[in-house]
């Protein structure tokens, strides 16, 4: 009797394992994630695969929750009303057919024959309208919690007729920040994003968008979303752009070794992972014998383009940071072109003194940085920091555990500074823990990179010069804690002047340059690359640095596919075959 | 027999208001906070914006309350199957995420646990009489019980997918493909679940044919063996009787060793990419996200505790000192 018990307790054991291994079947036929697809199968000639945006799956489609929100929700989805062009420096009418000021308004003359479109169904249900844009504009500026507020602060009012929208801004307005929703922020349909509550505007998932983009959401999984072509995209009968691809998958990422791997492997085609050594493969491609056939921006160093500058934040109301002198130390004794080639292997290019990004070139004022600016020189470090009076304090400099380059880097920079006698160990805490000691003030030296590409240098400036410092600095600005009233005047004053006004313009920025490179409470360092690797085997001609017709952005993170010029790249590509 | 499951229940309630209250804690001891942590990916530039923003999301993710209060949501939550939302995929809710992960788990932990488990304990059994297994399969078991997870994972992830090209080595179904109700997702899906499977199979076979054949040979020494035999029972009787007295400590075993197989298949399913509550632990890490954390762990939590009680159950079904004990403590 025993023994038969046994065996029927096996047997349970066997049936209950094969249940086990039904059950996610069983959970297909109950429902998946899936946004009502209209396909099973995605052919893999029609479908372009990306990779290295989104870290968790597609759940939220909302553009204005930015700690959400999947690759696409802006640029395939919704779009702004102009684009950025950060490699010419121009804008782009987008959703907007032309506009500029006229006094303190500004006159905005609405894309016609813009279709709002469903997704999945791919319906048209609307036009757009200047009722639209009218109401994304009052959107920002009614509800505190969006995240374009601060930029439309100066907005008094929005009147609309037709496909004009005017907006009335006070005696002052702050052209720069303004500029910067134009082309940043989505403009939704009114008929749709009225109805929600304001918590629901910013909170709502919004899985069955309603957008004018080139794509229309598919399905989505736990591991990846996909689009299909929009049939309505305005694009293609106003700018004659048009996807080659059927279908855009984008994968959720998984870990480095299985993104490189599947990238190799050819089952991604358009990458914007950071993936180590890349340069070596990419190397080997163009020698013609590995055959990895994966190309990036530019054929070689520094292979891709620069994404955001990376410093080092000291918190200037801590001893010894607090002595500009010391600062100055640290700046020169770091030698970031060792960086650059031991560490990133010629991946990214090194920091103007300055740190402002490539595309702001025009408004670096070369004889302040000639004057002002620093480079690697020991001795020089060694005489600023006999100057400062340091005392020996023992310091460390923090990055977040598993950013393996960055890491990597600020053991270089310990190295350096302990060269010339400052006494630094390198640390690396959770990013939680060195998010909030940055935030809190209780560091003493830290890398960040929260300065991004923009197409001024205002935002870069006010980083480094925000006042007031609250106790918790949780906006990402003035984390170095430094206090300079005069430059925060200025900044605030650049704010405001016409963004036609370059003349006016170059010399306050030139003067921000200059009281930068004198106090030095941030040393930028390098850019970090937009990293980009394009695989070859299905999709050809991604955007180069070396084809005058192909220069853009080949980026899919939230900020570019939207914002810049990655909509014109993901229309060039072509079939491999 | 009441008396014992009352007491065996008592226990396990014990664990799990324990095991839940430190589930709970524990992230609440970590630096910084969620919102704080959400609100970095958004790069405000605008104190006042990041107020409104902090106040909304705070409300969102239910930490607008006092922590004791939280405490209390949170066990009402418990019972109500719901952990809050998710904040690396909000608004999702975390039990939805746990759901829709959980079949995959369960397809490679059940089968994994239960037919290393039944195979390896006849094998094993096998091994402790015939010569020539007991030379082959032994030093294969020590190997693969001693083969860390991630390693054999890695190995196999290597040599028959990246290299013979046998197996995919990503994902739970190919990766142009929609979950749906047919022979080739079927197809795709046994397909990629086989390589995860066979390395969570293959650890856990090693390690319980070599503790059984290890008992079966002890039983085989024993006393009441000698016993039997002398009284002229067949061998066949003999192994019979050895069989059913060495799997009880392999059935204690086996409770004790979830928690280790739990472990090694979050492993695992981060080297294949599986989507099953292993790489959603990883993600829930890796993203700081510790509601979906804390869910995940209470259903590990939930799910081993009714392991174990199930293990006791079959326990008393089994082993017949166990009824007998508890009939004598009844009379």
Redesign the interface.
């Given at each position: 009797m025993l023994r038969s018990k046994t065996k029927v307790l096996a047997r349970a054991g066997t049936a209950l394992a094969a249940a086990a291994m039904v059950a996610p079947l069983i959970s297909v036929a109950a429902g998946s994630g899936s946004a009502g697809a209209q396909t099973t199968n995605y052919p893999r000639s029609e479908t372009l695969y990306t990779s290295g945006t989104a870290y968790s799956p597609p759940n939220n489609f909302n553009p204005n929750d930015l700690g959400s929100l999947y690759t696409g929700t802006v640029g395939l989805l919704y779009e702004p009303l102009y684009l950025y062009d950060p490699i010419h420096s121009k804008y782009i009418p987008w959703l907007a057919k032309s506009g500029g000021w006229s006094g303190t308004n500004y006159v905005i003359h609405v894309r016609p024959g813009v279709d709002w479109v469903a997704s999945p169904s791919g319906n048209v249900v609307g036009t757009l309208s200047g009722a639209d844009v009218a109401f994304s504009i009052n959107l920002a500026k009614d509800n505190p919690a969006d995240p374009w507020n601060a930029n439309v602060s100066t907005v008094k009012s929005v009147t609309y007729g037709g496909d004009t929208v005017i907006v009335h801004f006070t005696s002052h307005p702050a052209y720069t920040s303004w500029q910067d929703f134009l082309w940043n922020a989505p403009v939704l349909p009114a008929s749709i994003w009225s109805k929600m509550s304001a918590t629901q505007q910013m909170t709502a998932a919004n899985t069955s968008p309603v957008a004018t983009g080139p794509m229309v959401l598919s399905s989505t999984t736990s591991t990846q979303a996909c689009f299909a072509h929009n049939p309505h995209w305005w694009g293609t009968a106003q700018l004659g752009l048009s996807f080659k691809f059927k279908y855009l998958c984008d994968e959720v990422n998984s870990s480095n070794n299985v993104e490189l791997s599947q990238l190799l492997a050819t089952n991604i085609d358009w990458s914007n992972n950071f993936l180590p050594g890349i340069a070596a493969l990419v190397n080997g491609a163009l020698g013609g014998n590995s055959g990895y056939g994966i190309k990036t921006y530019y054929p070689s160093k520094p292979y891709m383009l620069s994404a955001n500058t990376v410093w080092l934040d000291m918190n200037t109301t801590k001893a010894p940071m607090n002595n500009v002198n010391f600062r100055k130390a640290v700046a020169y004794a770091i030698n970031t072109q060792q960086i650059q080639s031991s560490v990133y292997t010629g991946m990214v290019q090194v920091a103007n003194p300055t740190g402002l990004l490539p595309n702001l070139d025009q408004y670096v004022d070369k004889s302040v940085v000639s004057k002002y600016g620093f480079s690697y020189n020991p001795n020089l470090a060694k005489k600023y920091l006999k100057l400062s009076g340091y005392k020996g304090q023992k310091l460390t400099i923090e990055v977040p555990d598993g950013w393996t380059d960055w890491m990597a880097g600020i053991d270089v920079i310990s190295q350096d500074l302990n060269a010339i006698g400052i006494h630094v160990t390198p640390e690396y805490p959770q990013y939680a823990t060195r998010e909030s000691d940055l935030i809190n003030g209780t560091y003493d030296m830290a890398l960040d990179n929260n300065a991004g590409i923009d197409s001024t240098p205002w935002s870069y400036f006010q980083r480094v010069f925000n006042l007031p410092i609250l106790p918790k600095q949780s906006a990402t600005l003035n984390w170095a804690r430094f206090s300079d009233p005069k430059a925060w005047a200025l900044v605030q004053q650049a704010a405001t002047v016409p963004l036609s006004d370059t003349a006016k313009l170059k010399s306050v920025y030139g003067q921000l340059e200059q009281d930068f490179l004198q106090a030095l409470p941030d040393v930028p360092l390098w850019y970090n690359g937009a990293w980009f690797q394009g695989q070859t085997k299905y999709w050809t001609n991604y955007p180069s640095a070396t084809n005058p017709a192909d220069q853009y952005t080949p980026v899919m993170w939230h900020g570019w596919l939207g914002a810049m010029t990655t909509i014109y790249a993901l229309a060039n590509l072509k079939p491999a075959s | 027999m009441r008396r014992y499951f009352v007491r065996k229940l008592g226990t396990y309630l014990l664990a799990f208001f324990l095991g839940t209250t430190i589930d709970w804690g524990i992230p609440r001891l970590?630096?910084?906070n969620p919102v704080?942590?959400?609100?970095?990916?958004?790069?405000?530039?605008?104190?006042?914006?990041?107020?409104?923003?902090?106040?909304?999301?705070s409300?969102?993710f239910g930490l607008d309350v006092p922590v004791w209060r939280q405490y209390l949501n949170f066990w009402d939550g418990v019972f109500h199957w719901n952990f809050g939302v998710?904040?690396?995929?909000?608004?999702?809710p975390v039990s939805r995420?746990i759901?829709?992960?959980?079949?995959?788990t369960?397809?490679l932990?059940?089968?994994a646990i239960?037919?290393s488990?039944?195979l390896g304990n006849r094998v094993g059994a096998m091994a402790a009489r015939r010569k020539a297994l007991d030379n082959s399969v032994l030093p294969a078991g020590y190997v693969f019980q001693a083969m860390p997870y991630a390693w054999l994972a890695l190995a196999m992830a290597f040599f028959l997918g990246?290299y013979y090209r046998w197996f995919p080595?990503?994902?739970?179904y190919a990766?142009?493909?929609?979950?749906?109700?047919?022979w080739s997702?079927?197809a795709s899906?046994l397909y990629h679940?086989f390589l995860p499977f066979l390395t969570v199979f293959l650890v856990s076979f090693g390690g319980w044919a070599i503790g059984m054949r290890n008992l079966v040979i002890y039983e085989l020494e024993t006393d009441y063996t000698r016993y039997l035999r002398s009284l002229g029972a067949s061998e066949r009787l003999v192994r019979?009787y050895a069989y059913?007295n060495a799997?009880l400590p392999q059935l204690s075993g086996l409770a004790l060793q979830l928690g280790v197989v739990i472990g090694g298949n979050i492993v695992t399913e981060?080297?294949f990419?599986y989507?099953g509550l292993g790489?959603l632990i990883?993600?829930a890490i890796?993203?700081?996200?510790y509601f979906l954390l804390q869910g995940i762990f209470l259903f590990i939590i939930i799910g081993v505790l009714i392991a174990n009680f199930v293990i006791d159950i079959?326990y008393v079904?089994?082993d017949?000192r166990t009824r007998l004990s508890m009939q004598g403590a009844q009379a």
């Open positions: - | 970590m630096p910084g704080q942590i959400y609100l970095a990916k958004f790069q405000l530039q605008s104190p006042g914006s990041w107020e409104a923003l902090n106040k909304l999301f409300k969102a998710s904040y690396t995929e909000f608004p999702e995420i759901w829709s992960a959980l079949p995959y369960l397809a932990l059940v089968p239960t037919l488990y039944v990246a080595i990503s994902g739970a990766q142009g493909m929609l979950p749906s109700a047919s997702f079927v899906l679940w019979r059913r799997v981060v080297v990419n989507p790489n990883y993600k890796s993203g700081e996200d079959v079904m089994v017949p």
